[in-house]
């Protein structure tokens, strides 16, 4: 497999330089366009748990139980973005949560698949999600790391937790020129978003996108995973 490495895509370094008050209108301006635009309703009401409802609108994760949080508005957005994802695309997503993301994705994409290791949260995003409508959005309780091979090829795939590595069975079941979108780094605190391309069969290109910090990754290819797995181009 050969993985080529570039800084190249989103220019999060230009948006870095903002001040406080840029980067909140330019928070509220993608919301609008990537999820307000797009149908997804008032997520204090869908997907937020009735004790943190008060906080929906802060732009910072929220607790959802068994460990796990909503992300805010903007990294939801931020993750379609990067991914590319378009009208017509298959999408995998790993780490279902609240149902939050794969809603957003739905209104964007053909199709959503959606993997949540915790059984809790899978079945009640799953119940939320076709309560509320999104029928072009299937949820599986599983192992995210492994993917979902019965619906691959997938034009692109958001992992909403972090882990020292891009799953391989994530990178092989994307298409070619398929996404995949993924919070990576050796430590559990602070991560950098990448994106990898599929351009071959054994071909990926990578890009570096902004800092972030996710919850962990569990499963085969998570952070216990033997070192057999697909190892990340170090950035430099």
Do not use: C
């Not at 999060?12 to 997804?40: D, S, T």
């Not at 034009?155 to 092989?172: F, Q």
């Not at 950098?192 to 499963?219: A, H, N, Q, S, W």
């Amino acid at each position: 497999m050969t993985v080529t490495s570039q800084r190249t895509g989103i220019d999060w370094r230009r948006k870095k330089a903002l001040p406080p008050e840029g980067r909140r209108a330019e928070r509220l301006e993608m919301v609008a366009r990537q999820i307000a635009a797009r149908g997804i309703g008032d997520p204090a009401v869908l997907f937020v748990p009735a004790e943190h409802a008060e906080h929906a609108y802060e732009d910072r994760p929220l607790p959802i139980g068994h460990g796990q949080t909503i992300s805010q508005p903007y990294v939801v957005a931020a993750m379609a973005a990067a991914a590319r994802i378009r009208p017509g695309d298959r999408v995998l997503e790993i780490g279902t949560g609240s149902g939050y993301g794969a809603a957003v994705l739905s209104r964007i994409a053909r199709e959503v698949y959606t993997v949540e290791r915790v059984g809790a949260l899978a079945d009640s995003a799953r119940r939320r999600l076709e309560d509320q409508g999104f029928a072009n959005v299937q949820a599986l309780e599983g192992d995210g790391t492994l993917g979902w091979r019965a619906h691959a090829p997938y034009d692109a795939i958001v992992v909403t937790a972090s882990g020292p590595l891009v799953p391989p069975a994530l990178l092989e079941q994307l298409a070619i020129g398929g996404r995949v979108v993924m919070p990576v780094g050796r430590s559990k605190t602070t991560q950098r978003l990448v994106r990898m391309t599929r351009t071959g069969d054994d071909d990926y290109e990578t890009d570096y996108l902004e800092e972030v910090t996710f919850v962990p990754l569990i499963g085969v290819f998570g952070w216990s995973a033997p070192e057999t797995a697909a190892p990340l181009v170090e950035e430099g």
